[in-house]
């Protein structure tokens, strides 16, 4: 199944909304979306990680990391943004695809039903934040 990418901004901030799970070069936030679509991802880079080449070079790695190996990890149904860190684009590239793998496979894990919606997992976000 191919990825989709998530375009419209009340699609990222919708994302916001599900789990986050943090790593070292960057974070995931992952919602359900309550189909079996195919999996949707979006990237964001901020000002702050750096100038604009910076910024696109993390892009370019991450959407390879994505498209290379960590695209099987990604399960249906569910929107990803990842919120690269500076340590991203100097991170070896197979240490930033085992990351983002890992990341994916705790989504598809057993507790994805509850780890979607944020509730009762440890690291999820409830509905007040």
């Known amino acids: 199944m191919v990825a989709e990418k998530l375009k419209k901004r009340a699609q990222f901030l919708a994302a916001r909304r599900g789990r986050r799970l943090n790593g ?5 936030e992952a919602l359900e979306r309550g189909d079996e679509g195919p999996p949707r991802f979006g990237l964001t880079v ?43 684009m100097t991170a070896p590239f197979t ?24 509730h009762d997992v440890p690291g999820g976000r409830s509905g007040s934040d």
């Open 95 to 118: 240490i930033l695809s085992q990351e983002l793998r890992r990341r994916f496979a705790r989504m598809a894990g057993p507790n994805r039903k509850a780890a979607a919606k944020g």
């Open 24 to 28: 070292p070069f960057f974070f995931v």
């Open 46 to 88: 901020t000002r702050k990680v750096g100038n604009a080449v910076e910024r696109n070079r993390i892009r370019r790695r991450l959407r390879e990391a994505i498209r290379v190996t960590a695209e099987a990890d990604m399960a249906p149904g569910i929107d990803y943004v990842i919120v690269a860190r500076r340590d991203a």
